[in-house]
């Protein structure tokens, strides 16, 4: 076969709220959107006798050996749904690590949408959900992805047409690792996202939101504080959120322009930090 090219779009949250604890990991609920930075996959089929997976690209150095596009063909083969079909997976990485923008989960997303629209596994939506589950907490969010609120209960509610923001991505000369900020978290939120509505995309709603793990990271790393700090100072920001558990902090606009030129006073302040305009899908 040819091979199969596909975008891996970063995912961001626009609020997170963090409502209480299980035994390994925490209940969180959010509001979640997609963004046209993306990974570029690249995907065939191949003989031999194991699967060849390589990542190239600005964020390629340094992935964890059992990173997630490992992890799923690990489950795959171990359930013997890949019938010993082996394949080629290429991946340039645009997506920076430990920053909130899940590209590790969106990768393991959508190389299995490609497997499954291809048929070359066929999977109901109950194991679609438990082989995502055991991969990462948010890799289902980017299997067939549209923007959704993700309620406590582990339930998602998709919506179309949402309301599209610019964003100003900013990243310091850091990651954040999740399982530390998550570690250090004290303080359980109650739950606001119960019903979900389009409305909650609303800029007017998503300024009174919050990402309930921004006390935590900007603990660890006062510069993250110190970044949201600058941005908000800019002009005609809608709101600025830490993304997950961070590094990366967003702000939000309406206008390309006013976006394009908080790029470049933040790069006369930050010139050594990863900076990126993009857009929501």
Known sequence: MSAIHVKSYAKINLALNVTGKLV????IESIVSFINLHDLISMKKIKGPRHQISFYGDFSKNINRDNTVKKLFKIL??????????????IKKSIPQKAGLGGGSMNAANILNILIKKKFI????KKIKIISNLIGSDVILGVNYASAILKSNNVIKKFSNCPKF???LVRPNFGCSTKEIYSRLKKITKSKFTNPKKSMFNPRYLLKQENALERVAFSRYPKLKRIKSFLENLK????????????VIVAYYRSKKDCEMA????????ENYWCKVSKTL
Do not use: A, C, W
């Open 24 to 27: 390994k990991l925490h209940k």
């Open 77 to 90: 083969d171990e359930d013997q749904l890949l019938k010993d079909r082996k394949f080629e997976i290429k």
């Open 122 to 125: 066929i999977l109901s939506q």
């Open 166 to 168: 610019y964003t100003l």
């Open 236 to 247: 005609n920001p809608l709101f600025v959120r830490m993304t997950g558990s961070g590094s």
């Open 263 to 270: 790029k470049v006073q933040f790069k006369r302040k930050f």
